[in-house]
């Protein structure tokens, strides 16, 4: 079994899929269909800190390049705010890792930030600004009128 794993996986996939239909547990390759349920999990919160980045990242430059601001960087603030509800819907066990993922989307952004607006690193804060509602609101609170 685990060289149908190693050789096709596509293959091994549908086999496992079909065995577990079955209830054929005893020739289910449970070690290696275990290992790849844990795989979709670790990329589900790959998604929602990647889907973070961008949202934080927009809203970075948002604030920080008033002057740059025009519809489709609304429109991307709004369809990332979406896909970030949609992927909680889907997920919503990964609201409880909403806190880490932030930190990391944060980090993540304000290099992004850096290099798409040539502003240096220091123009950003150190902490993100916004609490993840607050970054999801489509007026988030901040010191600024003009925050979307």
Not at 108 to 122: I, K, N
Not at 126 to 141: G, K, R, Y
Request: one cysteine or more; charged letters at 25%; hydrophobic letters at 35%.
């Amino acid at each position: 079994m685990n060289n149908l794993y190693d050789r096709d996986f596509y293959a091994w996939a549908n086999e496992q899929a079909g065995l577990l239909r079955a209830g054929n547990l005893t020739s289910a390759d449970i070690a290696n269909i275990a290992e790849e349920i844990e795989t979709l999990g670790r990329s589900e919160k790959r998604e929602l800190v990647s889907r973070l980045t961008v949202l934080l990242q927009h809203l970075l430059k948002w604030r920080f390049q008033p002057d740059h601001r025009g519809r489709s960087w609304e429109l991307s603030i709004a369809n990332t705010r979406d896909e970030l509800a949609d992927h909680l819907g889907d997920n919503p066990s990964l609201k409880a890792a909403l806190p880490g993922a932030m930190k990391a989307a944060y980090r993540r952004a304000c290099r992004g930030a850096e290099l798409e607006t040539g502003l240096p690193g220091d123009t950003f804060p150190v902490e993100c600004p916004w609490t993840f509602d607050q970054a999801m609101s489509s007026n988030p609170l901040s010191s600024t009128q003009d925050e979307l």
